[in-house]
């Protein structure tokens, strides 16, 4: 089997989890420590319409985050319904451009040292009937990090999205818990990164609090990047050595 690629695939334990704040942390970290940082979001939904073209939020983001020349490579395939893949694909009339994408990543991977791709909601999503996130992940040959909240119901949600990627063979690196309190932290916040590392041997490898002036759909990233090199153990998501599949 071959060596994961150099890069990381972030996944959610849920849309709206945060990938996108992590994904656009992770290449600002990367970036201060000199790397040639790629960032991909294979499919957008919930795009703007502008004339005829479409506007992923999520890949201008982090397309803004890690400086990247090659806007077209970073967000291949766009739909305007916030839905998942498969079933904008059959609204508006377009299947998923798999060879795309698989051309995108390829390109990129030519362009970057590191490529990180931002999933679509969880592990589970489908473009199709018979093709889910999983099997991208799968074609990507790409170690997961897991973006997950971090209060009631965290260890249910992500135990789940482990057990997801470890019987299908994937590396997890690490489990990243968004969104923290700032004050009245919760019990369940609190004891919840224990709980999931004892449970299922994955490394927490940090968590982010709620912050103020950022926000992915007006391309705000407030203190992102300073907190996320405080709070996120950055080394450990990309300096691990390649593992078979
Ligand atoms: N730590 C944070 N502090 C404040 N706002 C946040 C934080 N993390 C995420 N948000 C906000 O929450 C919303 C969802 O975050 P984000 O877009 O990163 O989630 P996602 O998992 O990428 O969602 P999707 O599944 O739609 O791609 C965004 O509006 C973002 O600005
Ligand atoms: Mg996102």
Redo the contacts with the bound molecule.
């Keep these: 089997m071959p060596a994961y690629k150099p890069g990381i695939f972030i996944t ?1 334990t849920d ?7 992590v994904a656009a942390g992770l290449a600002m970290a990367l970036k201060s420590r000199g790397m040639k940082v790629g960032v991909m979001k294979p499919v957008g939904t919930g795009c703007m319409e502008f004339g005829k073209r479409l506007i992923c939020h ?1 890949s201008a983001y982090l397309l803004e985050a890690a400086e990247n020349e090659y806007p077209p490579l970073t967000s291949p395939v766009r739909y305007r319904h916030a839905l998942a893949p498969s079933v904008a694909a059959v609204l508006e009339k377009r299947e998923v451009d798999l060879p795309q994408i698989r051309r995108s990543f390829g390109e990129l991977q030519k362009n970057y040292d590191f490529i990180i791709v ?1 999933g679509i ?1 969880g592990l589970l999503v489908p473009f199709s009937k018979d093709y889910f996130v999983a099997n991208l992940v799968r074609e990507f040959q790409l170690p997961l990090l897991i ?1 997950s909240k971090g209060g009631l119901g965290a260890i249910n949600h992500t135990l789940l999205t482990i057990d997801a990627a470890v019987i299908r063979g994937f590396e997890v690196r690490g489990v990243i818990f ?2 923290m309190a700032k004050t009245n932290v919760s019990l369940a916040e609190i004891t919840n990164p224990k709980v999931i590392h004892e449970l299922s041997g994955v490394p927490v490898l940090g968590s ?4 103020d002036d ?4 007006t391309c705000r990233y407030g203190r992102l990047k300073e907190i996320f090199q405080e709070r996120i153990q950055v080394d450990q998501i990309y300096s691990v050595p390649s593992l078979p599949v």
């Design positions: 959610g849309t709206g989890v945060g990938k996108t704040v999520d931002e909601g973006v968004n969104r982010l609090p709620e912050m950022l926000d992915v759909d």
